[in-house]
């Protein structure tokens, strides 16, 4: 497997978002949900780079309360990107409850997929609001071993306009991150989706350093963690491709 160049990277993609934004968005701005992690670092720091830090609009979406939003500001400090705060705490309980006493009419319970899975479409929601008032685009932050594996909420974060970083693992997002000078603690920071309690690679059921060697050379040195990876690829294939649909003949 060929070297790395984590500078020649950063530099293709800067390049890509601003061909992306002239033929998709000319004059728009990035929206970005900031989650204090090191995606929506470092797809922030690409556009800044990109397209200068006038047209990149941070979004802060907080369930209630979010306990690491010190991370998440510090992001939108150190790029110096304008930003607004959308509480999504009180659309998320009501839709809950209504949801819940719903589901209870036919005697079923709400399911805690569900729980987990509705915050993230509230807010690529909130962040859809944001952009079409602000003349945007939005930001997808996913990376390439998430999208393998499917280690994402179907028109959560898994939506967006465009996706730097859908062609870098997770240990290639570390190294741009860190060319791009992103501070260490965010790069470095323990993934986590923040809604179960767990890490990412707690849920996913191995590392994201095994993933990416996988994904990239084809070797797995544990044959179950091989079918795992497998196994999670093709049944999350579906999230990766355009809605089937019907064709008449």
């Known amino acids: ?22 033929k998709n968005g000319k004059g728009c701005n990035a929206v970005i949900g900031i989650s204090g992690g090191k995606d929506s670092s470092v797809v922030a720091a690409l ?14 979406m907080p369930n209630g309360v979010q306990p690491d939003i010190e991370d998440s500001m510090k992001l939108i400090n150190h790029l110096g990107i304008r930003h ?8 998320y309980e009501a839709l809950m409850a209504e949801v819940k006493e719903q589901l209870g009419t036919i005697d079923t319970e709400v399911s805690n997929q ?16 944001v952009s079409q ?33 859908g062609g870098l693992t997770v240990q290639e997002v570390l190294a741009v991150g860190l060319e791009l000078g992103v501070p260490r603690d965010l790069v470095m920071k323990t993934p986590s989706d923040g809604l179960c309690g767990k890490t990412d690679e707690d849920n996913l059921g191995f590392t994201y ?10 070797e797995c040195d544990d044959p179950q ?25």
Request: charged share 25%.
């Open 1 to 22: 497997m060929k070297t790395f160049d984590a500078k020649k990277v950063k530099d293709q993609a800067v390049q890509w978002i601003r061909d992306w934004f002239e």
């Open 114 to 129: 569900t729980v987990i899975n509705m915050p993230p479409r509230l807010r690529m929601t909130a962040l859809y609001a």
């Open 209 to 218: 350093a095994v993933l990416d060697r996988y994904i990239r050379t084809g």
């Open 84 to 91: 607004c705060n959308v509480n999504i705490g009180s659309a």
């Open 47 to 60: 556009c800044v780079a990109a397209l200068g830090k006038e047209r990149v609009i941070g979004v802060t």
């Open 133 to 165: 008032s602000l003349n945007g685009r939005v930001a997808n932050t996913c990376n390439l071993s998430e999208d393998w594996v499917g280690y994402s909420t179907r028109y959560g974060d898994s939506a967006g306009d465009f996706a730097p970083l």
């Open 225 to 249: 963690v091989k079918v795992l990876i497998d196994d999670k690829h093709v049944k999350n294939l579906f999230k990766l491709q355009p809605i089937p649909h019907f064709e008449y003949e």
